[in-house]
């Protein structure tokens, strides 16, 4: 069966935030300023090095607890924008909750490919078990969250193979994982212009690197979007619960009322769903069963043939 080509202008809107959002760059301007008073309140220790590579460095805030869970937070920006510093504003309220988080960076496209990207987050990850009990936190409590490409990131963490990336590491050193407004099919990426200039994917990489292909992982993911988002962030969602299951993926929710950027103000938004739901997570208590959305089938459907 042939596969459907999609029109290019129409996924450039889909994928878009600067086009859909009007606020962006307010927002933006936002999170920079609590970003720098975050970092000017709490205790911190800044680009630590993961490795020797372009931009493989991590911020860590510690909280108050020994032996605290690890939140690594792997940032969006579609993989070729944005930086950990402009991610500090969320680590206030998941310092208060005795959570210690960690902002690593990464290299962007075009100076790098998503997969070396995919690599240097592995790096990461790796770096926080080996080290993370030193700050406080506990090694075998490491979860991933990440934002838009971070999801896709942190999906990309859930299924790794540890022991063949390193020997040395824990057969699953990550725990546990959430995507907020994740990508999860990459081929839709591939066919978006403005990204595919700067990403390079080939049909080939775009299936090497799509998670909703791989083997449901050993440990959960968590996918929540926003019900302002465009018809492809949720379509993503809702693929990666179709494509694992509901073992792998036991919540999958459209938060309403809540766009692309949104997403991130209400996970650290003391008493939303997402605070709660991560908070959940990170704390090993039950998170719940699956919500299916009313929006899932004529997303789905829409996009079969992709």
Same mark, same amino acid.
């Given at each position: 069966?042939?596969?459907?080509?999609?029109?290019?202008?129409?996924?450039?809107?889909?994928?878009?935030?600067?086009?859909?959002?009007?606020?962006?760059?307010?927002?933006?301007?936002?999170?920079?300023?609590?970003?720098? *008073?975050?970092?000017?309140?709490?205790?911190?220790?800044?680009?630590?090095?993961? &490795?020797?590579?372009?931009?493989?460095?991590?911020?860590?805030?510690?909280?108050?607890?020994?032996?605290?869970?690890?939140?690594?937070?792997?940032?969006?920006?579609?993989?070729?924008?944005?930086?950990?510093?402009?991610? @500090?504003?969320? +680590?206030?309220?998941?310092?208060?909750?005795?959570? @210690?988080?960690?902002?690593?960076?990464? =290299?962007?496209?075009?100076?790098?490919?998503?997969?070396?990207?995919?690599?240097?987050?592995?790096?990461?990850? =790796?770096?926080?078990?080996?080290?993370?009990?030193?700050?406080? &936190?506990?090694?075998?409590?490491?979860?991933?969250?990440?934002?838009?490409?971070?999801?896709?990131?942190?999906?990309?963490?859930?299924?790794?193979?540890?022991?063949? =990336?390193?020997?040395?590491?824990?057969?699953?050193?990550?725990?546990?994982?959430?995507?907020?407004?994740?990508?999860?099919?990459?081929?839709?990426?591939?066919?978006?212009?403005?990204? *595919?200039?700067?990403?390079?994917?080939?049909? +080939?990489?775009?299936?090497?690197?799509?998670?909703?292909?791989?083997?449901?992982?050993?440990?959960?993911?968590?996918?929540?979007?926003?019900?302002?988002?465009?018809?492809?962030?949720?379509?993503?969602? +809702?693929?990666?619960? @179709? +494509?694992? &299951?509901?073992? =792998?993926?036991?919540?999958?929710?459209?938060?309403?009322?809540?766009?692309?950027?949104?997403?991130?103000?209400?996970?650290?938004?003391?008493?939303?769903?997402?605070?709660?739901?991560?908070?959940?997570?990170?704390?090993?208590?039950?998170?719940?069963?699956?919500?299916?959305?009313?929006?899932?089938?004529?997303?789905?459907?829409?996009?079969?043939?992709?």
């Amino acid at each position: 069966m042939m596969r459907r080509k999609l029109d290019p202008v129409w996924l450039n809107g889909q994928y878009s935030a600067r086009g859909r959002i009007p606020e962006y760059s307010q927002t933006l301007l936002r999170w920079a300023h609590a970003s720098a *008073q975050a970092r000017a309140a709490l205790s911190r220790r800044l680009d630590i090095r993961y &490795g020797d590579g372009l931009n493989e460095t991590l911020d860590v805030f510690p909280t108050h607890r020994r032996h605290a869970p690890v939140l690594v937070f792997l940032h969006g920006g579609l993989w070729r924008g944005l930086d950990k510093a402009d991610h @500090s504003f969320i +680590a206030p309220a998941l310092v208060r909750e005795g959570v @210690s988080l960690v902002l690593p960076n990464y =290299a962007l496209c075009p100076a790098a490919t998503i997969e070396q990207i995919v690599m240097q987050s592995v790096r990461a990850v =790796a770096w926080v078990s080996r080290n993370i009990d030193r700050l406080g &936190g506990d090694p075998d409590r490491i979860y991933v969250v990440g934002h838009s490409a971070g999801g896709h990131l942190a999906a990309m963490m859930a299924s790794c193979l540890w022991r063949e =990336a390193n020997p040395e590491l824990p057969p699953d050193p990550v725990r546990g994982a959430l995507a907020i407004s994740g990508l999860f099919d990459l081929e839709a990426i591939r066919c978006t212009p403005f990204l *595919q200039q700067d990403l390079g994917l080939t049909r +080939a990489t775009a299936r090497k690197l799509s998670p909703y292909l791989f083997p449901p992982p050993r440990v959960p993911l968590l996918a929540v979007v926003g019900g302002q988002e465009s018809d492809e962030y949720k379509r993503q969602s +809702a693929l990666i619960r @179709s +494509a694992w &299951g509901a073992a =792998a993926v036991p919540v999958y929710e459209v938060l309403p009322n809540a766009h692309h950027f949104d997403m991130l103000e209400e996970l650290v938004r003391p008493g939303s769903r997402l605070h709660q739901l991560t908070l959940d997570l990170l704390h090993d208590r039950p998170v719940g069963p699956a919500r299916q959305p009313a929006e899932t089938s004529a997303v789905r459907s829409r996009h079969a043939a992709l």
